[in-house]
T-cell receptor
Framework: DQQVKQNSPSLSVQEGRISILNCDYT??????FLWYKKYPAEGPTFLIS?????DKNEDGRFTVFLNKSAKHLSLHIVPSQPGDSAVYFC??????????????FGQGTILTVHP | DADVTQTPRNRITKTGKRIMLECSQT?????MYWYRQDPGLGLRLIYY???????NKGEISDGYSVSRQAQAKFSLSLESAIPNQTALYFC????????????FGQGTRLTVV
């Protein structure tokens, strides 16, 4: 049972335009959400996160939006750059109790930004 | 030097062989994890350890075992490798005092033939 889903395996965007990557979750206990970026032959690296007490978090060109009622989050990249081309993973955690620290990942979305 | 180091980076092994993947970290984190990545499935948690004397199964622990030899070292073993364990394996660490951001190693590509 996939508790975190990224339903778009790939996304292609023109340089300078907005990239929107989507993620849905089913577990109501999740209260902290993260996005990771992964280049080929490297491990995933942390990009941005959001707590369930917020609905938006911004860091430079990257903004994450959280809609708790819809159990949906999205990552916006504006403007997109060719160096953003990578696999993006959404991850979720239930920070209470014994689950603290465990991340559940989505399947990933391959973003390609064309010059 | 990388904060989270995995060895080997690549390995080809035969069905039925025992193999160990090693992970060491210099971040001083208490928590360590092993994930595997498969196409279309993302990263799935195999085992995790919140300190040296703590070992917990993740969502796909069957066929794997782990050892936490020290705070900085966490190894993953495949007792009798099978072809469907061919995957990219990642070790990760996190700090108990912060939120759940995890730091990953560069990965081990394992092929079981």
């Amino acid at each position: 049972d996939q508790q975190v889903k990224q339903n778009s395996p790939s996304l292609s965007v023109q340089e300078g335009r907005i990239s929107i990557l989507n993620c849905d979750y089913t577990n109501s206990m999740f209260d902290y959400f993260l996005w990771y970026k992964k280049y080929p032959a490297e491990g995933p690296t942390f990009l941005i996160s959001i707590s369930s007490i917020k609905d938006k978090n911004e860091d430079g060109r990257f903004t994450v939006f959280l809609n708790k009622s819809a159990k949906h989050l999205s990552l916006h990249i504006v403007p997109s750059q060719p160096g953003d081309s990578a696999v993006y993973f959404c991850a979720a955690s239930a920070t209470g109790g014994t689950s603290y620290g465990k991340l559940t990942f989505g399947q990933g979305t391959i973003l390609t930004v064309h010059p | 030097d990388a904060d989270v180091t995995q060895t080997p980076r690549n390995r080809i092994t035969k069905t039925g062989k025992r193999i160990m993947l090693e992970c060491s970290q210099t971040k001083g984190h208490d928590r360590m994890y092993w994930y595997r990545q498969d196409p279309g499935l993302g990263l799935r948690l195999i085992y995790y350890s919140f300190d040296v004397k703590d070992i917990n199964k993740g969502e796909i622990s069957d066929g794997y075992s782990v050892s936490r030899q020290a705070q900085a070292k966490f190894s993953l073993s495949l007792e009798s490798a099978i072809p469907n364990q061919t995957a990219l394996y990642f070790c990760a660490t996190s700090d108990r005092t912060s939120h759940t951001e995890a730091f990953f190693g560069q990965g081990t590509r394992l092929t079981v033939v």
